[in-house]
């Protein structure tokens, strides 16, 4: 069974960076695609980024294009999103996840097969 754990949240100021990470437990972590996804109150889930399991392919939400930037250490079993420039409408629990069937990087979560428990990311104007 595959448990993820984020860290790295916080508050920062606007035009400040952040860096979540998310361990992974379990499977064999190197052959499944791992996302990163938000939510702020009153508001849907969102895609923010994904990353194939090689690392080979990105895939961002367009809010988050030349900002953001995912990777991830397969030794490790960890993903990484280092959030850059953020801004108050960045502000929203972040989840990571893992997708073990597709050979792509899906932007919707129902592609997604296992959540992580959230972090809270807070970004002051």
């Known amino acids: 069974q595959v448990q993820l754990v984020e860290s790295g949240g916080g508050l920062v100021q606007a035009g400040g960076s952040l860096r979540l990470s998310c361990a992974a437990s379990g499977r064999t972590f190197s052959s499944y695609t791992m996302g990163w996804f938000r939510q702020a109150p009153g508001k849907e889930r969102e895609f923010v980024a994904g990353i194939s399991w090689s690392g080979g392919r990105t895939n961002y939400a367009d809010s988050v294009k030349g900002r953001f930037t995912i990777s991830r250490d397969n030794a490790k079993k960890t993903v990484s999103l280092q959030m850059n420039s953020l801004k108050p409408e960045d502000t929203a629990v972040y989840y990571c996840?893992?997708?073990?069937?597709?050979?792509?990087?899906?932007?919707?979560?129902?592609?997604?097969?296992?959540w992580g428990q959230g972090t809270q990311v807070t970004v002051s104007s």
């Open positions: 996840a893992a997708d073990f069937l597709s050979n792509r990087v899906p932007d919707t979560g129902n592609d997604y097969d296992v």
